[in-house]
């Protein structure tokens, strides 16, 4: 089995309460001024409503999570080998959690893993 590589995704979603989810969008958009447009998110079942914002080089999606309590902070990762990547997570007790958030309709093979501190990470296939 190769030797996987990891590289830094260029998204972050960040998981925002629906009580929460207005004022935050209209932080972004109002008083820092960023592009923020509101998206499909038919993809993600858990999620109710989605805006991306530039964030950069990054992609910075506000997702309203009807039933959360506090906002999350969920990064993406990229490999170009997902077999190999699962594998060495694996071996240091890192396994797939996808039932986080059932993801449909993507183009490429992704798991959802946490880190040691419980942040979760879109490991995705790149290629």
Excluded at 14 to 30: G, L, S
Excluded at 49 to 67: A, E, Q, Y
Excluded at 72 to 86: G, I, R, S, V
Aim: hydrophobic share 35%.
């Amino acid at each position: 089995m190769s030797k996987p590589e990891f590289t830094a995704g260029l998204n972050l979603a960040m998981k925002i309460p629906k009580a929460q989810y207005e004022a935050t969008v209209a932080f972004y958009r109002d008083t820092l001024g960023f592009d923020v447009k509101e998206d499909d998110v038919s993809y993600a079942p858990t999620v109710s409503r989605t805006h991306s914002v530039r964030f950069g080089p990054t992609t910075l999606w506000l997702d309203c999570v009807d039933n959360y309590s506090r906002p999350d902070l969920w990064l993406q990762l990229h490999t170009d080998d997902l077999d190999a990547a699962t594998s060495k997570l694996a071996d240091i007790g890192i396994h797939p959690c996808d039932e986080v958030e059932p993801l449909e309709n993507l183009d490429s093979r992704t798991h959802w893993i946490k880190n040691p501190a419980g942040i979760v990470h879109l490991l995705a296939e790149s290629g």
